[in-house]
């Protein structure tokens, strides 16, 4: 679906001339016609990140964060859904671009390493093959210039013996490795934009931390705006310089990473802080869930899409909860909050919360 | 694969055993006395222990024989003797030799025009899953599926040769020329033929082929083929259609080796002297040695292609591959 409204409105000055952070995310929607109903998967999420920053989308399964991260790089079916708001890159709006000109733009400009490495690469090429092919459709190349290219990159991600590994196959490599090989896949054309979807999901927890510590080397290198997919909030404290919180296929909070970690006002961001694992804590006590499921994507709820599992939502009169989606609203300057509650009331709870766990978050 | 075709020889030779034919009594012609009957069988060798004449059909194969030695017109068979047919005056071997090439050119033709549509047609029926493309090439799959390919050849025939006259009658010594003594004919014999044969599989690998793509469409390494940037066709065809290809290879190979033994409808519709046709020539006539000599080589074809398809996974599939 395109935008019928004009692109800019009358008065303001044309779109492409106003100041606008490298990546710019206004209104973005995507709903999925099912036989069950409309899947309202991802509702009015705006974002924005500069070059060379990172931005985290944290969020349970479901939540909408990698449809999100799809809708971004044009990798949303639009036979199968309807997409609509802007996606403003480097001044050009996605969104209402034919598909051959995004396509043009995907694994140069913005690449994305996705959530399980064993099922995302090919399992019938071989790692040098995968590796160039971004490089030999987007520049021209010969084929032995973009077999030294595929080398120059293992090694750049830190595989050893790139020379020999460059002719294997995915199923020779280990889990840590397959995923340095989707790092230098989706970096080979060096893009300005790099989406990591779960990048570290599907490994070790020893793989882990290497494979973040090497995006953000990579990063800091060729001044790329990295999205950061996940729901491991110990990932976002190291590398994340803002985070926006999901629920329910709309961003729910949004701040400065040591701002959301220290002053959260969401319930739900507090919800997702206290049910990390806490080991200076009696075994009993040291997960506290979040009480509930995740909603329907389908059949939303009415008011706050958080207010069926939320636990404070009795501190609102009126019954406003339960009947009206609060606004995303800044508390302080950069820091958007979707709640009822009064600002003051959930400071008091973030504090009662987060003073009850011993030597604070994080 | 040794091991299979010696059980394939086995089960073929002990079961024609059973029948209650006595070839014997087959070549003995209208005035039979029980003289000539006992002679005849002496020469065919069918007075000897079942065994024997088994570990004799078995040796003939490689060291060739000679039937009726101790008689006054010897026939002597040489290896690979799959037996002689007293019937038609001929060793089976020989008769197999005229038949195969046509079959086998028949098989050939109509593989590259059915891989040609399936693919094809499967890819485009994929990319335009529930459009009109996508109903027009099932509903034509469907109906090739469903026509019967005697009622096919005949139309053909009707309508190409015989209202039109776009192509000659088929010309049998043509086809048994080969391809490269004269192609504009040998072309022309087989067209239609090929057409006949590739419309009924065509249905099938249209079918498979969609079906596969539209499987592997929905994998996780399609999805980075097209965070590349990649245009879709080379999407589809490099990364989901490889991806597919182990199943349509598999029933690719079974398929042509299974018409190696002969393609019976389309052979006799086009009166094309190949396998099919002397098979079933042989089953009227109760020729056993023929009937035995077929089943053997259409077995040898399939096990062999059962042998070639496995070989295959290893180069379609790196993860196959013995290290």
């Keep these: ?362 | 694969m040794v091991l299979l075709l010696l059980l394939l020889t086995v089960a073929v030779f002990f079961l024609f055993n059973l029948l209650p034919f006595d070839p014997a009594r087959l070549t003995c012609g209208k005035v039979c006395t029980p003289e000539l009957l006992e002679a005849n069988r002496h020469r065919l060798g069918l007075d000897l222990p079942v065994l024997q004449q088994y570990l004799n059909f078995v040796t003939g194969i490689f060291t060739g024989r000679t039937l009726g030695a101790d008689t006054a017109s010897p026939i002597v068979c040489s290896a690979p003797c799959l037996g002689y047919s007293f019937l038609r005056h001929a060793d089976v071997t020989s008769l197999i030799a005229r038949a195969l090439p046509v079959t086998f050119w028949l098989a050939i033709g109509g593989f590259i025009v059915w891989m040609t549509i399936g693919l094809v047609g499967g890819v485009v029926a994929a990319l335009r899953r529930g459009k009109w493309q996508d109903r027009t090439l099932l509903t034509i799959a469907l109906i090739g599926y469903s026509m019967p390919s005697f009622f096919l050849g005949l139309i053909l025939i009707f309508f190409v040769i015989l209202t039109w006259h776009l192509l000659d009658f088929p010309s049998a010594s043509a086809v048994q020329a080969g391809p490269f003594a004269n192609p504009g004919k040998f072309i022309g014999t087989m067209l239609l033929p090929w057409i006949v044969i590739a419309v009924l599989n065509a249905a099938f690998y249209v079918r498979l082929t969609r079906n596969q793509v539209l499987e592997t469409l929905n994998e996780d390494y399609v999805r980075t083929a097209r965070a590349k940037g990649l245009p879709e066709r080379t999407v589809v065809v490099k990364h989901a259609l490889r991806a597919g290809l182990t199943p349509i290879v598999t029933a690719a190979g079974l398929d042509i080796a299974g018409l190696m033994g002969g393609a019976i409808i389309t052979e006799s519709l086009f009166s094309l002297p190949g396998m099919g046709v002397l098979a079933v020539g042989s089953v009227v006539q109760s020729d056993l040695p023929v009937i035995t000599g077929i089943t053997l080589v259409a077995g040898f074809f399939i096990i062999s292609m059962n042998l070639i398809v496995d070989l295959l996974y290893g180069v379609l599939d790196p993860r196959v591959r013995v290290s």
């Design chain 1, 1 to 362: 679906m395109t935008l019928a409204q004009p692109r800019s409105e009358p008065g303001k000055p044309a779109a492409g001339n106003r100041e606008r952070p490298f990546l710019s995310v206004e209104d973005l929607a995507v709903r999925f016609p099912t036989d069950d109903g409309l899947v309202h998967a991802v509702e009015g999420v705006s974002l924005s990140v500069a070059r060379g920053k990172t931005l985290a989308i944290v969020g349970e399964s479901g939540s909408g964060k990698s449809v999100t991260a799809q809708a971004i790089m044009g990798l949303i079916d639009r036979k199968a859904a309807s997409v609509s708001g802007e996606v403003w890159l480097d001044d050009e709006e996605l969104v209402a671009m034919p598909d051959d000109a995004v396509r043009r733009l995907r694994g140069l400009k913005m690449a994305m390493i996705f959530q399980d490495p064993m099922s995302s690469l090919h399992p019938f090429y071989r790692v040098g093959a995968q590796l160039t092919e971004a490089a030999l459709v987007h520049q021209s190349l010969s084929k032995s210039d973009a077999r030294s290219l595929a080398i120059e990159m293992l090694r750049r991600v830190g595989i050893p013996g790139p020379e020999r590994r460059v002719d294997d196959y995915p199923h020779q490599l280990s889990g840590g490795m397959r995923q340095r090989v989707m790092i230098a896949m989706a970096l080979i054309n060096s893009p300005a934009l790099l989406i990591a979807d779960e990048p570290t999901t599907a490994l070790d927890v020893t793989v882990q931390a290497q494979i973040i510590e090497l995006i953000a080397t990579l990063q800091a290198a060729s001044d790329t705006a990295v999205i950061l997919i996940t729901h491991d909030l110990g990932i976002v404290a190291d590398v994340a310089d803002d985070v926006v919180v999901m629920y329910g296929g709309r961003l729910v909070e949004a701040a400065p990473t040591q701002r959301l970690y220290y002053h959260p006002e969401m319930p739900y961001t507090l919800g997702l802080l206290t049910s990390v694992p806490r080991m200076d804590r009696e075994r009993a006590d040291r997960l506290d869930p979040i009480p509930g499921n995740p909603p329907s994507a389908i059949n939303l709820p009415a008011g706050c899409v958080f207010f069926p599992r939320c636990t404070y939502s009795d501190r609102v009169p009126d019954g406003a909860c339960a009947s009206r989606n609060p606004d995303l609203i800044a508390t302080e300057p950069g820091h958007l909050v979707r709640c009822h509650l009064p600002s003051e009331e959930r400071r008091q709870i973030a504090n009662n919360v987060l003073g009850s766990l011993v030597g604070g978050p994080g």
